[in-house]
């Protein structure tokens, strides 16, 4: 036993300094977090304050973040006495959309409807036009995170309405509607397709079980019913997963339990700034992602001269790797800790997206020297699996890099004048 703790003596004697440092570190981040929690005891919240708080990162634990995130999307009200309310109507929304929108043809009440039908208000049409955008959904979904198994496991709130499962629909045979035809005879052809189910992959769950992956395919299942312009676009699993992990792990039973409608309002209002990402016939307009593209790259140009001309001379353009950063707000690049991390400053800016290209611009410049030193197969490979790195540091970077371009044009401009 004596040895054993003979080096923390030897470290206390000869590395006095870092034994201070950390001391230092844990008394700040306690104070941090006590800052945190009697600002969220608030009876009303400012806006100002819980944006700065947010920017520095959420701490972990008792369902911080999650209210912080819903504060911060205005889910919330910034007043506590308007939750309630709030709450309790948006949550009778959701369940009123779930019951309307997920078609069962086979309810008791279609009388008269088949699935032949060419009514425009037959409920098999309606299934058999879902089931194209569900088929998208449920494969992505499948897959979401994969590096955890949180998803994967059940909720302990399944659905008690939408009729069938959408997992079911998947996994048994689909009709398609296109498949239905004519023959010259003026006879129905239907040609059935039994679709190989990607759940052997997975753990089959009982029927009155639901996973979590399920939780988020409902979420954007409703989602693209409720927005046609939009609909479905892969990708969107991928910024309805971090917002329901979050919320679903709460460990207050009350906010855990209603975590699929909070994260519908919470991701509808993400979409709401972020969707035109989404849209292609968007994408070389001045608020499409071309657009975002051609910011980061003229941000990086002026940040750092050297890498952006020699990201040129590789012919690295954006599209290789800023499409993906940028869409999918970094998602896809970093774990789920970092992930969130992010998120809570991306959130908690008042230039929301504005700051992801910042984000993006720093993270080229944290690894100039394996680009500057790269080709174009080694350096797309690089950015396409971008290398591990302290997700404070690159935060830091980006923060820098805002102050830093905007003196610069400030000075510009008062020269200007």
């Known amino acids: 036993l004596s040895r054993s703790f003979a080096p923390a003596r030897a470290s206390r004697r000869h590395y006095p300094g870092v034994i201070a440092i950390c001391l230092r570190m844990a008394g700040g981040y306690r104070a941090r977090v006590a800052e945190f929690d009697e600002f969220l005891q608030s009876d009303e919240f400012s806006r100002k304050k819980l944006h700065h708080l947010a920017f520095a990162g959420v701490p972990d634990g008792k369902g911080r973040r999650s209210i912080v995130w819903k ?11 308007d939750w309630a309310p ?7 929304s959701y369940e009123q959309f779930v019951q309307d929108l997920i078609v069962n043809p086979q309810a008791q009440d279609n009388v008269g409807d088949h699935p032949l039908s060419d009514e425009p208000d037959s409920r098999w049409g309606k299934f058999f036009k879902d089931n194209n955008v569900l088929l998208q959904i449920d494969k992505d979904c499948r897959r979401l995170l994969p590096d955890i198994s949180f998803f994967q496991h059940p909720t302990g709130y399944p659905s008690k309405t939408g009729g069938m499962a959408l997992r079911t629909r998947v996994e048994r045979t689909v009709l398609e509607a296109k498949q239905v035809g004519t023959s010259r005879g003026g006879t129905r052809n239907i040609s059935v397709v039994q679709r190989s189910s990607e759940s052997e992959e997975y753990n ?9 992956w399920e939780v988020v395919e409902r979420i954007l299942f409703i989602y693209a019913k409720l927005n046609p ?14 917002l329901y992990y979050v919320f679903a792990s709460d ?17 509808t209002s993400m979409m709401a700034e972020i969707r035109d990402n989404f849209i292609k016939t968007l994408d070389d307009s001045a608020c ?21 001309t020699s990201l040129e001379n590789q012919q690295l353009k954006p599209q290789f790797f800023g499409f993906r950063w940028l869409t999918l707000l970094l998602s896809q690049e970093f ?5 969130i991390r992010l998120w809570d400053s991306l959130l908690a800016d008042e230039q929301r997206f504005a700051f992801l290209i ?23 490979k690089l950015l396409q699996h971008y290398p591990p790195v302290d997700m404070h540091q690159i935060l830091e970077k980006a923060v820098e890099l805002r102050e830093v371009l905007t003196v610069g044009a400030d000075v510009k401009h008062v020269s200007e004048q």
């Open 358 to 380: 910042h984000v993006c611009c720093a993270m080229l410049i944290m690894i100039r020297e394996q680009l500057l030193e790269g080709d174009f197969a080694t350096s797309l």
């Open 335 to 339: 774990c789920l800790p970092d992930i």
């Open 71 to 81: 504060l911060l999307l205005s889910f919330l009200p910034l007043k506590r006495d």
């Open 251 to 267: 460990p207050d039973p009350q906010w855990q339990k209603y975590a699929e409608p909070d994260t519908f309002f919470c991701f």
């Open 229 to 242: 312009g939009v609909s479905y676009v892969q990708g969107m699993n991928e910024i309805a997963g971090p």
């Open 288 to 308: 499409g992602i071309g657009a975002m593209m051609v910011n980061l790259m003229s941000m990086l140009k002026e940040a750092d001269n050297e890498l952006w």
């Open 86 to 92: 709030v709450l309790e109507k948006q949550r009778k």
């Open 204 to 212: 089959i769950l009982p029927e009155d079980q639901e996973a979590h």
